[in-house]
């Protein structure tokens, strides 16, 4: 798993962001390297996640459900999942990282 999770570090690094700001004026360096990788798995926190997962509304019904909200907030929100979207799909594209994140067999919903 080495390879593509350094791709994925690599893919959503920004490294024009590093150094910068408060927790970052220390930093000198422009990337990582990853040097190992370990699945740590806990039954009872991945339980609590998923009951937590099902007791959340899905994106799409709350929007639907926010009769209140005002256009301008509406059309901000779609443009943030557009973004969400996009970010996934260019991980995606990386054969490697794809493959890696799939191996991982998570709930893509």
């Known amino acids: 798993f080495l390879e593509p999770v350094q791709r994925l570090l ?4 920004d490294v024009a962001s590093m150094g910068k700001g ?3 004026s220390w930093a000198t360096h422009k990337h990582f390297k990853v040097l190992k990788v370990m699945r740590i798995e806990c039954g009872k ?3 609590a996640y ?3 997962r099902k007791a959340t509304m899905p994106v799409e019904r709350k929007l639907d459900k926010m009769t209140q909200m ?4 509406a059309v901000k929100t779609d443009q943030k999942m557009q ?4 970010s996934f799909q260019r991980l ?3 054969v490697k990282v794809k493959d890696f994140l799939s191996s991982l067999q998570l709930d893509s919903s």
């Open 10 to 13: 690599h893919l959503t690094t």
């Open 22 to 24: 408060r927790d970052g």
């Open 92 to 94: 995606e594209s990386d």
């Open 70 to 73: 005002s256009l301008e907030d």
């Open 50 to 52: 998923r009951r937590s």
């Open 83 to 86: 973004m969400l979207d996009a």
């Open 45 to 47: 926190q991945w339980t």
